[in-house]
Protein backbone atom coordinates (compact mmCIF):
# COMPACT_ATOMS: atom_id res chain seq x y z
CA UNK A 1 0.00 0.00 0.00
CA UNK A 2 1.76 3.11 -1.12
CA UNK A 3 1.78 6.69 0.92
CA UNK A 4 -1.11 9.05 0.26
CA UNK A 5 1.24 11.42 -0.67
CA UNK A 6 4.96 11.63 -2.23
CA UNK A 7 5.77 15.12 -0.40
CA UNK A 8 8.79 14.52 1.30
CA UNK A 9 11.22 16.34 3.90
CA UNK A 10 14.29 17.57 1.66
CA UNK A 11 18.11 17.72 2.72
CA UNK A 12 18.69 21.61 2.17
CA UNK A 13 21.70 22.72 4.68
CA UNK A 14 21.98 18.95 5.93
CA UNK A 15 25.91 18.38 5.40
CA UNK A 16 26.80 15.50 7.44
CA UNK A 17 25.93 11.76 8.23
CA UNK A 18 23.92 12.47 11.57
CA UNK A 19 21.78 15.19 9.83
CA UNK A 20 20.82 13.03 6.91
CA UNK A 21 20.54 10.08 8.88
CA UNK A 22 17.94 11.47 10.59
CA UNK A 23 16.31 12.99 8.39
CA UNK A 24 15.89 9.75 5.43
CA UNK A 25 14.58 7.96 9.26
CA UNK A 26 11.88 10.70 9.12
CA UNK A 27 10.86 10.37 6.06
CA UNK A 28 10.45 6.85 6.13
CA UNK A 29 8.50 7.21 9.59
CA UNK A 30 6.51 9.71 8.13
CA UNK A 31 5.38 7.18 5.03
CA UNK A 32 5.15 4.58 8.21
CA UNK A 33 2.92 6.20 10.24
CA UNK A 34 0.76 7.52 6.55
CA UNK A 35 0.36 3.61 5.84
CA UNK A 36 -0.42 2.13 9.59
CA UNK A 37 -2.96 5.39 9.19
CA UNK A 38 -4.21 3.64 6.06
CA UNK A 39 -4.62 0.36 7.91
CA UNK A 40 -6.20 1.15 10.64
CA UNK A 41 -9.17 3.05 8.79
CA UNK A 42 -9.52 -0.38 6.72
CA UNK A 43 -9.42 -2.93 8.99
CA UNK A 44 -9.99 -5.73 5.51
CA UNK A 45 -7.62 -7.13 4.92
CA UNK A 46 -6.68 -7.27 8.16
CA UNK A 47 -2.84 -5.93 8.08
CA UNK A 48 -0.09 -7.92 10.41
CA UNK A 49 2.89 -5.93 9.89
CA UNK A 50 3.87 -2.65 7.60
CA UNK A 51 7.54 -1.93 6.55
CA UNK A 52 8.11 1.59 4.79
CA UNK A 53 11.58 2.40 2.75
CA UNK A 54 13.60 4.92 1.34
CA UNK A 55 16.70 5.21 -0.49
CA UNK A 56 19.39 8.81 -1.73
CA UNK A 57 22.33 8.92 -3.15
CA UNK A 58 24.94 10.51 -0.87
CA UNK A 59 28.20 12.28 -2.57
CA UNK A 60 30.90 14.01 -0.97
CA UNK A 61 31.52 17.80 -2.26
CA UNK A 62 35.06 19.21 -2.50
CA UNK A 63 34.72 20.15 0.85
CA UNK A 64 34.05 16.66 2.27
CA UNK A 65 30.40 17.77 3.23
CA UNK A 66 27.89 15.55 1.84
CA UNK A 67 25.05 16.38 -0.61
CA UNK A 68 22.04 14.37 -1.55
CA UNK A 69 21.34 13.55 -5.11
CA UNK A 70 17.69 13.26 -5.81
CA UNK A 71 16.10 12.54 -9.36
CA UNK A 72 17.18 14.40 -12.95
CA UNK A 73 14.74 17.25 -13.58
CA UNK A 74 11.64 16.38 -15.57
CA UNK A 75 12.49 18.89 -18.51
CA UNK A 76 14.48 18.74 -21.41
CA UNK A 77 17.64 19.85 -18.81
CA UNK A 78 18.10 16.25 -17.56
CA UNK A 79 21.04 15.12 -19.26
CA UNK A 80 22.84 18.25 -18.51
CA UNK A 81 21.76 17.32 -14.84
CA UNK A 82 22.72 13.52 -14.76
CA UNK A 83 26.53 14.60 -17.02
CA UNK A 84 27.44 16.86 -14.63
CA UNK A 85 26.61 14.37 -11.38
CA UNK A 86 28.66 11.68 -13.24
CA UNK A 87 31.59 13.78 -13.79
CA UNK A 88 31.87 15.81 -10.64
CA UNK A 89 30.41 13.06 -8.10
CA UNK A 90 30.73 9.46 -9.67
CA UNK A 91 33.67 8.85 -12.12
CA UNK A 92 36.79 7.55 -10.14
CA UNK A 93 35.30 8.50 -6.48
CA UNK A 94 32.85 6.90 -4.17
CA UNK A 95 29.31 8.07 -3.60
CA UNK A 96 27.15 6.21 -1.30
CA UNK A 97 23.42 4.29 -1.07
CA UNK A 98 21.25 4.59 2.22
CA UNK A 99 17.91 3.44 2.53
CA UNK A 100 16.40 3.33 5.95
CA UNK A 101 13.74 0.60 6.85
CA UNK A 102 11.13 1.28 9.52
CA UNK A 103 8.90 -1.95 9.81
CA UNK A 104 6.44 -3.20 12.96
CA UNK A 105 4.20 -5.76 13.40
CA UNK A 106 0.51 -5.07 14.22
CA UNK A 107 -2.04 -6.40 16.36
CA UNK A 108 -5.27 -7.32 15.50
CA UNK A 109 -6.98 -4.16 15.79
CA UNK A 110 -4.20 -2.91 14.07
CA UNK A 111 -2.07 -1.38 17.23
CA UNK A 112 1.74 -0.53 16.33
CA UNK A 113 3.73 -3.39 18.54
CA UNK A 114 7.80 -4.30 18.39
CA UNK A 115 8.76 -1.69 15.98
CA UNK A 116 12.35 -1.50 14.26
CA UNK A 117 13.90 1.13 12.46
CA UNK A 118 17.38 0.66 10.46
CA UNK A 119 19.85 2.39 8.25
CA UNK A 120 22.17 0.86 5.69
CA UNK A 121 24.80 2.04 3.42
CA UNK A 122 26.31 0.77 0.63
CA UNK A 123 29.78 2.18 -1.32
CA UNK A 124 29.70 2.73 -4.22
CA UNK A 125 32.64 3.32 -7.08
CA UNK A 126 32.34 4.28 -10.60
CA UNK A 127 35.33 3.56 -12.71
CA UNK A 128 37.23 6.64 -14.46
CA UNK A 129 37.58 4.63 -17.27
CA UNK A 130 33.67 4.28 -18.27
CA UNK A 131 33.46 8.24 -19.20
CA UNK A 132 33.07 7.06 -22.53
CA UNK A 133 29.96 5.08 -22.13
CA UNK A 134 28.27 8.52 -20.58
CA UNK A 135 26.76 9.59 -23.83
CA UNK A 136 25.35 6.46 -24.76
CA UNK A 137 23.76 6.08 -21.35
CA UNK A 138 22.30 9.18 -21.53
CA UNK A 139 20.92 8.28 -24.89
CA UNK A 140 18.97 5.19 -23.75
CA UNK A 141 16.98 7.54 -21.16
CA UNK A 142 17.42 5.45 -18.51
CA UNK A 143 18.60 8.19 -15.91
CA UNK A 144 15.38 9.88 -16.12
CA UNK A 145 13.18 9.26 -12.60
CA UNK A 146 16.37 7.08 -10.83
CA UNK A 147 17.72 8.85 -7.63
CA UNK A 148 21.29 9.94 -8.60
CA UNK A 149 20.48 9.41 -12.55
CA UNK A 150 21.06 5.59 -12.30
CA UNK A 151 20.02 2.53 -11.76
CA UNK A 152 22.33 -0.26 -10.96
CA UNK A 153 19.80 -2.88 -11.47
CA UNK A 154 20.08 -1.67 -15.29
CA UNK A 155 22.38 -0.39 -17.93
CA UNK A 156 23.75 1.97 -15.46
CA UNK A 157 25.68 -1.31 -13.77
CA UNK A 158 28.56 -0.70 -16.84
CA UNK A 159 30.12 2.33 -14.96
CA UNK A 160 30.31 0.33 -11.26
CA UNK A 161 33.47 -1.04 -10.22
CA UNK A 162 33.05 -1.44 -6.85
CA UNK A 163 30.39 -1.97 -4.20
CA UNK A 164 31.45 -2.18 -0.28
CA UNK A 165 27.66 -3.43 1.35
CA UNK A 166 24.61 -4.46 0.11
CA UNK A 167 23.98 -4.41 -3.49
CA UNK A 168 20.53 -4.66 -3.51
CA UNK A 169 20.38 -1.69 -0.85
CA UNK A 170 21.81 -0.01 -4.33
CA UNK A 171 18.99 -0.86 -6.23
CA UNK A 172 16.47 0.22 -3.65
CA UNK A 173 15.88 -2.33 -0.85
CA UNK A 174 18.35 -3.68 1.14
CA UNK A 175 16.49 -7.43 1.13
CA UNK A 176 19.23 -8.76 3.57
CA UNK A 177 18.66 -6.71 6.15
CA UNK A 178 14.91 -6.36 5.48
CA UNK A 179 14.76 -9.92 6.43
CA UNK A 180 17.25 -9.91 9.22
CA UNK A 181 14.32 -6.95 10.62
CA UNK A 182 11.52 -9.09 10.02
CA UNK A 183 13.26 -12.11 11.97
CA UNK A 184 13.80 -10.06 14.48
CA UNK A 185 10.10 -9.03 14.68
CA UNK A 186 9.39 -13.15 14.38
CA UNK A 187 8.24 -13.22 11.01
CA UNK A 188 8.52 -16.40 9.65
CA UNK A 189 11.14 -16.40 6.97
CA UNK A 190 10.27 -19.21 4.52
Known sequence: MPARSSEEAGFEGLRDWSALEARQCEITRTKFDDVLDQCTKNPEPSH??????????VVSEADDSLHVLGQPPTDNSWPNTVRDWFEKYYFGRIHWAMSSICA?????DGTELNTVERIVKSEVTFTED?????????????????????????????????????????VGLPLRETVEILEELDFPIN
Do not use: C, H, M
Not at 104 to 108: D, G, P, R, V
Open 48 to 57: TAILAADTII
Open 104 to 108: AQLTE
Open 130 to 170: SRRWLDWYLATGEPKGKSGGYGIQGLGSLFVGQVVGSISNV
